[in-house]
Nanobody, 117 residues
């Protein structure tokens, strides 16, 4: 069994920062790409950032320059540093990872991020 557990969400004022963490545990042979998605009320889930097994990062245009993804492979953990937060960043943020050979997709339970004054 593989589990992904997110943490770090909360309420923050516009312009503030939060750091999300996602830790993978269980029967992990190999972790490939890990990604952050988000889903706002009434909207589809969207990709925010992907961190490859080699540490490369890809970002959605809406978060470029404000969000930074990173990965600690020794801890099977991925992070999302979110700066200059805007009300439109309000959403449930989900961690996704492709794990194993052949790779299977796993999701965390989500963590709420609310940006409001």
């Amino acid at each position: 069994q593989v589990q992904l557990v997110e943490s770090g969400g909360g309420l923050v004022q516009p312009g503030g920062s939060l750091r999300l963490s996602c830790a993978a545990s269980g029967s992990i042979f190999r972790i490939n790409a890990m990604s952050w998605y988000r889903q706002a009320p009434g909207k589809q889930r969207e990709l925010v950032a992907t961190i490859t097994s080699g540490g490369s990062t890809l970002y959605a245009d809406s978060v470029k320059g404000r969000f930074t993804g990173s990965r600690d492979s020794a801890k099977n953990t991925v992070y999302l540093q979110m700066n200059s937060l805007k009300p439109e960043d309000t959403a449930v943020y989900y961690c996704n990872a492709w794990i194993g050979v052949p790779a299977a997709s796993y999701w965390g339970q989500g963590t709420q991020v609310t940006v409001s004054s």
